[in-house]
């Protein structure tokens, strides 16, 4: 209980201070991710912003899972009495649909040239941050991690799923 008040008191509190700052942000959505950039210093506007990017697309994953995989196993499990194998686990078929959406949504979906010239600039490094040992040290950070995300997913399902099914 006491995590939702701070997190309402910040929420509440941050509109009425961001207001302060600049009463005319348009559209309001996005007055968090100006004040990001614009008010806190660099290093709390990178975590403001992967914060809220992250809480969207936890939610949006989120849901997806509940709505097309955990609801109809549960239904099918719960309400039928029917025995799922291991591979039919809400998790599974959450992990499946979510990415079959995911993908669906995605095929044939063509940025505007506008989107294109945005991400380029998003994209353009700034020459005093062309450093190359700099920059092959991010890299290698980088693909690291994705590799050990990768890794510990693969894991996770692997461990899950196969020794259920014995």
Same mark, same amino acid.
């Given at each position: ?105 995605? +095929?044939? $979906?063509?940025? =505007?040239?506008? %989107?294109? &010239?945005?991400? @380029?600039?998003? *994209? ?15 890299? +290698?950070? $980088?693909?690291? =991690?994705?590799? %050990?995300? &990768?890794?510990? @997913?693969?894991? *996770? ?10």
């Amino acid at each position: 209980m006491g995590t939702v008040g701070v997190l309402y008191l910040f929420l509440t509190f941050g509109a009425f201070t961001i207001n302060l700052f600049n009463p005319d942000i348009r559209p309001s959505e996005v007055a968090f991710i100006w004040a990001a950039q614009h008010v806190l210093a660099p290093v709390l506007g990178v975590m403001v912003v992967t914060g809220i990017v992250a809480a969207g697309l936890s939610s949006a994953s989120s849901f997806l899972a509940l709505i097309l995989g955990v609801t109809v196993a549960s239904l099918l499990t719960d309400v039928a009495g029917a025995h799922l194998p291991v591979w039919a686990d809400p998790v599974f078929i959450g992990l499946l649909l979510s990415t079959a959406a995911t993908w669906t949504a995605d +095929r044939g $979906a063509e940025p =505007t040239p506008e %989107a294109r &010239a945005f991400r @380029g600039r998003l *994209l353009t490094t700034p020459a005093t941050d062309r450093d190359p040992r700099k920059l092959n040290g991010t890299r +290698r950070i $980088a693909t690291g =991690t994705t590799a %050990a995300f &990768a890794a510990a @997913g693969l894991a *996770l399902l692997v461990l899950y799923g196969i020794p259920a099914a014995f």
